[in-house]
């Protein structure tokens, strides 16, 4: 049986008009697009005039599975990924067992197609272990699908390994997927160096922990060739760094969290230090910082948001601030919040451009499917309701997680139905 998604509007991605308009779905492609379809024996569902968008894709999850899945699970995340309105989702190799082998890319795929409620991509690791000492076999990872390499959750250290990595991932065209972060810099820091943590007595991460790491990556893909995606960037050097390798035409790309372009170390301020849920790492920064990653956003330096969706148990988010784990969930709210914050209240996005750092740009990036709405092409589909408002409520999550710094604040722009492969996956 097929799917007739009936009354909607569908947003041009060309020149950003809502337009009235059917979607036909057989198997798992888009078959027709058209202001009025009759369908007999498919599953009719009336969108009452809800937007109609592309599928959202995230290159950065924390699914942590396996080996902590008291965090989150593969079915969970998922879950709560397709409640944001994801079809896509890539997760991040730090688990336990870290994602080094092919027969780990293998049991992330299999859970995924028997629990998944979205399309998982996993990352295989960089270094083996995610210890920075000896490369993984880039070539068998890429084969059993790993859709880049990445040893995220730490920076790789070791210069030669990670030149060395990319002439590989060169090579096969892999993408190098970097955590920036010179650990000698940022050595035991919990949040941003600056005023604010001289005034709470808190260690520092200064934002140069980020850049300097970026700039030498930025340096080895010049030479090798290689294809660098530069994770969370949160630091005003860094938008720079990216800004000027786009300008000699190097092969680097970025992207943005929604807590990046939007909050501040004020609010670890404002809670005295004592509120864990504002700790993620790279850290909140200042309003410098965050003006030129929207900014960078805005000009196309920045190319995507990614949640970097990072569960954790409320008992570790309550441990104090200097010892909690690092990390904010996103997957639900992203799109929500972003909508409301920078294209309703500030005007600084149009709609559709919002639409292509969520999912169109991803999907070029990574040379995935998706990320547009055309005949012929993967049923990929998110259905957003752009005027009820209401407030991000943690105890509604579907993800096992409930840290975030953005509880209660209020939102349109909510996901009413998500469509993955031609199967409804989410509906409200």
């Not at 197609?113 to 210890?131: A, D, F, T």
Request: net charge negative.
């Amino acid at each position: 049986m097929g799917l007739l998604l009936r009354g909607g509007r569908v947003l041009n991605l060309e020149n950003g008009e809502l337009e009235s308009r059917d979607v036909l779905v057989e198997g798992k492609k888009v078959a027709r697009i058209a202001s009025s379809i009759e369908a007999d024996a498919h599953e009719v569902v009336d969108l009452g005039g809800h937007v109609v968008l592309p599928g959202f894709i995230d290159m950065h999850v924390h699914l942590r599975q396996p080996g902590f899945e008291g965090k989150e699970t593969i079915e969970t995340g998922s879950k709560a990924a397709a409640r944001g309105g994801y079809t896509k989702v890539a997760c991040m190799p730090n688990t336990r067992p870290v994602l080094d082998t092919p027969e780990l890319m293998k049991y992330v795929y299999d859970v995924a197609q028997r629990e998944g409620s979205c399309s998982v991509l996993p990352y295989g690791s960089i270094s083996k272990g995610e210890l920075g000492e000896e490369l993984t076999d880039i070539a068998a990872l890429r084969a059993a699908g790993a859709v880049g390499i990445t040893d995220d959750g730490v920076g790789v250290q070791s210069s030669s390994l990670m030149r060395e990595a990319m002439r590989i991932a060169a090579s096969l065209d892999v993408p190098v997927v970097i955590h920036s972060e010179d650990e000698d810099l940022a050595k035991d820091g919990c949040m941003n160096e600056g005023v604010v943590s001289k005034r709470l007595g808190l260690p520092g991460i200064p934002g140069l922990a980020e850049s300097a790491m970026i700039a030498r990556d930025i340096l080895l893909a010049q030479e090798t060739g290689a294809h660098l995606h530069v994770c969370h960037i949160s630091d005003a050097w860094s938008v720079e760094l990216v800004r000027w390798a786009k300008s000699m035409g190097l092969r680097v790309t970025t992207e943005v969290t929604p807590h990046h372009l939007l909050l501040t170390e004020s609010i670890i301020d404002e809670t005295d230090g004592a509120d864990a849920n504002m700790k993620v790492n790279p850290p909140l920064r200042t309003e410098l910082d965050r003006q030129a990653c929207l900014k960078g956003l805005l000009d196309g330096t920045i190319d995507m948001i990614a949640t970097d969706h990072a569960p954790h148990m409320e008992e570790e988010k309550k441990r104090p601030f200097r010892t909690a784990p690092f990390g904010f969930v996103g997957l639900e709210f992203a799109f929500p919040v972003l909508y409301t914050e920078l294209v309703e209240k500030s005007s600084a996005l149009s709609l559709h451009e919002l639409v292509k750092k969520f999912a169109t740009n991803p999907a070029d990036v990574f040379k995935l499917s998706g990320g547009r709405i055309v005949e012929g092409e993967v049923a990929d589909i998110t259905v957003v309701d752009l005027e009820s408002e209401r407030a991000i409520n943690p105890d509604e999550f579907f993800s096992k997680g409930r840290n975030t710094p953005f509880a209660g604040q209020k939102a349109k722009g909510w996901t009413v139905l998500t469509v993955n492969e031609g199967r409804i996956t989410y509906k409200a």
